[in-house]
């Protein structure tokens, strides 16, 4: 009896853990140009026009003012989210082949002030 407890509880904790693993890396929220990807918390997310090939163009300084949606070193691509290794050797979360980055001067959800920057090559980025 006390095998099959373990054994269930084992079994639980396994998948309680998978699912908590795949949980996709982003969330969605609103904007007044709608639906965007966000950070855990709440932060419009953003794509690079520069960026091709499932690799970032935004290192070192750009970096400083775009910061990477980090991917831990086991991430794992899911659906439409795949994990590019960056010029440095970090991991970086993608959507749909193109790489994600926060904005340093968008403060709260909604917040979209990072959209057209540097002549249009900025776009937040949308489910």
């Known amino acids: ?23 996709a890396p982003t969330k969605t929220g609103d904007s007044a140009k709608g639906k965007v990807l966000t950070n855990d918390s709440g932060i419009t997310l953003y794509v690079f026009d520069k960026d091709s090939g499932g690799k970032s163009a935004c290192n070192g300084p750009c970096a400083g003012n775009w910061p990477p949606l980090k991917a831990s070193a086991e991430a794992m691509p899911m659906g439409d989210y795949s994990v590019i290794t960056r010029d440095d050797g ?28 540097l002549n249009g090559a900025w776009h937040i980025a949308q489910p």
């Open 1 to 23: 009896m006390r095998k099959s407890i373990m054994v269930a509880i084992v079994a639980i904790a396994t998948a309680a853990t998978v699912a908590f693993a795949q949980m």
């Open 90 to 117: 970090s991991k970086q979360w993608a959507y749909k082949g193109r790489p994600l980055y926060n904005w340093k001067n968008d403060k709260k959800p909604g917040d979209i002030t990072g959209d057209g920057f």
